[in-house]
């Protein structure tokens, strides 16, 4: 019979989707855990931190063990994890003697699952015999936009019929989904994009040009898309003067929305555009986004500039992989995890330096976002050097 790959896409689709509730949800029950548990902002904070520390130790680590123990079982056992995070959250912060506690263990647990998922859901999508890869991984990173977008959407929904006082039980319900998938993923085809014997190792990763770009690459699409996605909200509410819930929908909302449709329309037409004239165009977009957002003082074109920032890093990420598949065939398990660690890496420091310039420049946004231009700007050198590397110049391992 033949192999039903298009059932290994769904898979990975909705595990994107696991992903994005993994990494969107609690963000939103922060103020409900200050009043609820009587934590202070300052220790919820930590939730964060946590998430992506988490997801950077599991990145790593998964290019050791990933190949050995297979990838079926890791991705079966990262929904599990996912699943059990989200339900633990309900009820350990209850059970525990410090609610806090409670919390940062459930967040560990789901973000094994999500970097897990991270990690690889690209690979075996990659491994899959379609015949546009590059439009099959715009369009499977694509979902975590959707998934962030319905996260926030369906969350908000639910809190305004049934009180944000149910979040237990939509913690419950967001489980459901990587509850499903564990069936698909323990059903579905899955392939290995390298064998064991012929994956590179990660010194010779470190040995090649073309890694060491893409990594530069992958730390400044992270943090160009994750600098203006995390302060977006902040900067909808303080250029514009908008409520916090009409805010979060006119800037991370509508990030998330324009990110999805650049993945969608690559994922859709990708075989019959440039992939590498695309992400520099995108990254001059990008550069020209942050640069409005900084230092226009029409409120509305700043608005614009924070809203196409999504659509100008959609493409970043997931081209990247797939440039490196092309070009480092031989890359394997190890090659994708240090991409996505890379990833995470930018977008844990991005954030955290628009914080700092902000604060430092009393509480001036704008000069924190002046300061995040500097991604985009190494981003399309990057572009530029890797696009002067000869196409057929490829490491086979």
Same mark, same amino acid.
């Given at each position: 019979?033949?192999?039903?790959?298009?059932?290994?896409?769904?898979?990975?689709?909705?595990?994107?989707?696991?992903?994005?509730?993994?990494?969107?949800?609690? @963000? =939103?029950? !922060?103020?409900?855990?200050?009043?609820?548990?009587?934590?202070?902002?300052?220790?919820?904070?930590?939730?964060?931190?946590?998430?992506?520390?988490?997801?950077?130790?599991?990145?790593?680590?998964?290019?050791?063990?990933?190949?050995?123990?297979?990838?079926?079982?890791?991705?079966?056992?990262?929904?599990?994890?996912?699943?059990?995070?989200?339900? %633990?959250? +309900?009820?350990? @912060?209850?059970?525990?003697?410090?609610?806090? #506690?409670?919390?940062?263990?459930? /967040?560990?647990?789901?973000?094994?699952?999500?970097?897990?998922?991270?990690?690889?859901?690209?690979?075996?999508?990659?491994?899959? *015999?379609?015949?546009?890869?590059?439009?099959?991984?715009?369009?499977?990173?694509?979902?975590?936009?959707?998934?962030?977008?319905?996260?926030?959407?369906?969350?908000?929904?639910?809190?305004?019929?049934?009180?944000?006082?149910?979040?237990?039980?939509?913690?419950?319900?967001? +489980? /459901?989904? *990587?509850?499903?998938?564990?069936?698909?993923?323990?059903?579905?085809? $899955?392939?290995?994009?390298?064998?064991?014997?012929?994956?590179?190792?990660?010194?010779?990763?470190?040995?090649?040009?073309?890694?060491?770009?893409?990594?530069?690459?992958?730390?400044? #699409?992270?943090?160009?898309?994750?600098?203006? #996605?995390?302060?977006?909200?902040?900067?909808?509410?303080?250029?514009?003067?908008?409520?916090? #819930?009409? %805010?979060?929908?006119?800037?991370?909302?509508?990030?998330?929305?324009?990110?999805?449709?650049?993945?969608?329309?690559?994922?859709?037409?990708?075989?019959?555009?440039?992939?590498?004239? !695309?992400?520099?165009?995108?990254?001059?977009?990008?550069?020209?986004?942050?640069?409005?957002?900084?230092?226009?003082?029409?409120?509305?074109?700043?608005?614009?500039?924070?809203?196409?920032?999504?659509?100008?890093? %959609?493409?970043?990420? @997931?081209?990247?992989?797939?440039?490196?598949?092309?070009?480092? @065939?031989?890359?394997?398990? +190890?090659?994708?995890?240090?991409?996505?660690?890379?990833?995470?890496?930018?977008?844990?420091?991005?954030?955290?330096?628009?914080?700092? $310039?902000?604060?430092?420049?009393?509480?001036?946004?704008?000069?924190?976002?002046?300061?995040?231009?500097?991604?985009?700007?190494?981003?399309?050198?990057?572009?530029?050097? =890797?696009?002067?590397?000869?196409?057929?110049?490829?490491?086979?391992?």
């Amino acid at each position: 019979m033949a192999k039903n790959y298009q059932k290994t896409l769904t898979a990975c689709y909705l595990g994107f989707i696991t992903q994005a509730i993994a990494a969107n949800f609690a @963000p =939103l029950l !922060f103020l409900r855990f200050h009043s609820e548990y009587d934590i202070p902002l300052g220790k919820i904070a930590l939730v964060s931190a946590v998430f992506y520390l988490t997801q950077l130790v599991i990145d790593v680590l998964c290019s050791y063990f990933a190949d050995r123990i297979g990838y079926r079982k890791c991705v079966v056992a990262a929904e599990l994890c996912a699943a059990a995070g989200l339900i %633990g959250l +309900a009820f350990l @912060p209850g059970l525990l003697p410090d609610p806090l #506690a409670g919390i940062i263990v459930s /967040v560990v647990i789901y973000a094994v699952g999500s970097g897990l998922i991270e990690v690889l859901c690209s690979p075996i999508v990659e491994a899959c *015999p379609f015949e546009h890869k590059e439009a099959a991984m715009s369009l499977l990173h694509s979902f975590y936009c959707w998934g962030s977008v319905g996260v926030v959407l369906l969350s908000t929904i639910f809190f305004s019929v049934f009180d944000i006082g149910s979040w237990k039980w939509l913690a419950c319900i967001w +489980a /459901v989904i *990587p509850l499903y998938n564990i069936y698909n993923f323990a059903t579905c085809p $899955i392939e290995h994009s390298a064998e064991n014997s012929s994956s590179m190792k990660i010194s010779s990763l470190f040995q090649t040009p073309v890694f060491w770009i893409a990594i530069v690459l992958m730390v400044c #699409a992270g943090a160009s898309e994750l600098s203006m #996605a995390q302060w977006a909200s902040a900067y909808t509410e303080s250029a514009l003067g908008l409520s916090k #819930a009409v %805010g979060d929908l006119a800037g991370p909302c509508m990030f998330a929305v324009t990110m999805g449709i650049s993945r969608v329309i690559f994922g859709k037409y990708g075989h019959k555009l440039d992939l590498m004239k !695309f992400m520099i165009e995108s990254g001059i977009l990008c550069l020209v986004c942050y640069i409005s957002a900084s230092i226009s003082d029409n409120s509305i074109l700043g608005l614009i500039g924070c809203i196409m920032c999504g659509f100008s890093v %959609g493409i970043m990420w @997931p081209g990247t992989i797939s440039i490196c598949s092309e070009r480092i @065939p031989g890359g394997g398990t +190890a090659m994708f995890a240090l991409l996505a660690m890379a990833g995470d890496l930018g977008g844990a420091f991005g954030p955290g330096l628009v914080g700092n $310039i902000t604060q430092h420049a009393d509480n001036d946004l704008k000069k924190g976002m002046l300061a995040a231009c500097v991604f985009p700007l190494v981003l399309l050198i990057s572009l530029f050097l =890797l696009k002067s590397i000869r196409r057929d110049k490829v490491w086979h391992g």
